[in-house]
């Protein structure tokens, strides 16, 4: 998927208006950037890429591939307040995190009303950066039993990654539903009327 993205540089201790978010570019040998990018772009654009896609980032008469590294939001509003590019050389591995998208059924889930159990929400690798991919597809279909668990090393990736997650880690299991134990109440011993109280005395007295 091509991802372009275009801004500006920024001015040092320039104010922004709302419309804008503050950015920088960063990377190996090259100098820092400061730049500043429509909201509406970069809110479309974070949406899309995630961290593993590549960007065509145009700033004055410059065109780099960056990747995402980091997004700042207002705790509050959610509003992006700044925003952070890596740029890569496209000749050299990088590391970085791959989305997991869990795809198919459980038969355990399904049939046995069990919980997908999800532990694992992205692979760490490391690959050239044309060889990045937007996510992988783990198949939840092979989990027919309560038993049965999909690890890292069950993945297929593809042969140009270099897998840098534990491969022993396991990414989904079904558990069984739970059952609530019910736990039987003796009845509450019925109040002793005076009447009653009276015939125990008298009982008493005659013994």
């Known amino acids: 998927m091509e991802m372009k993205l275009s801004g500006d540089v920024r001015a040092p201790k320039e104010r922004l208006e709302g419309d804008f978010v503050p950015a920088i570019l960063y990377g190996r040998n090259v100098d820092n950037v400061s730049l500043k990018i429509k909201r509406a772009d970069l809110e479309r654009l974070t949406k899309e890429a995630g961290e593993s896609n590549?960007?065509?980032?145009?700033?004055?008469?410059?065109?780099?591939?960056?990747?995402?590294?980091?997004?700042?939001?207002?705790?509050?509003?959610?509003?992006?307040?700044?925003?952070?590019?890596?740029?890569?050389?496209?000749k050299e591995k990088i590391n970085t995190e791959i989305p997991l998208e869990f795809v198919g059924e459980s038969k355990a889930v399904r049939e046995f009303s069990g919980s997908l159990i999800r532990n694992v929400n992205a692979l760490e690798i490391e690959c050239l950066p044309q060889d990045l991919t937007d996510h992988i597809d783990v198949d939840i279909s092979v989990l027919d039993t309560?038993?049965?668990?999909?690890?890292i090393s069950d993945i297929?990736?593809?042969?140009?990654?270099?897998?840098?997650?534990?491969?022993?880690?396991?990414?989904?299991?079904?558990i069984p539903p739970r059952v609530e134990e019910v736990v039987a109440q003796e009845p509450e011993a019925e109040p002793?009327?005076?009447e009653a109280k009276k015939e125990d005395k008298d009982e008493k007295k005659e013994a």
Request: no cysteine; net charge negative.
């Open 54 to 90: 590549l960007i065509d980032l145009s700033y004055g008469n410059e065109k780099v591939k960056v990747l995402i590294k980091e997004v700042q939001r207002h705790p509050v509003s959610a509003l992006l307040q700044h925003v952070d590019f890596f740029q890569v050389n496209m």
């Open 146 to 151: 309560f038993e049965d668990e999909i690890k």
């Open 156 to 174: 297929k990736i593809p042969a140009a990654w270099e897998l840098l997650s534990d491969p022993d880690v396991i990414v989904a299991s079904v």
């Open 192 to 194: 002793e009327t005076a």
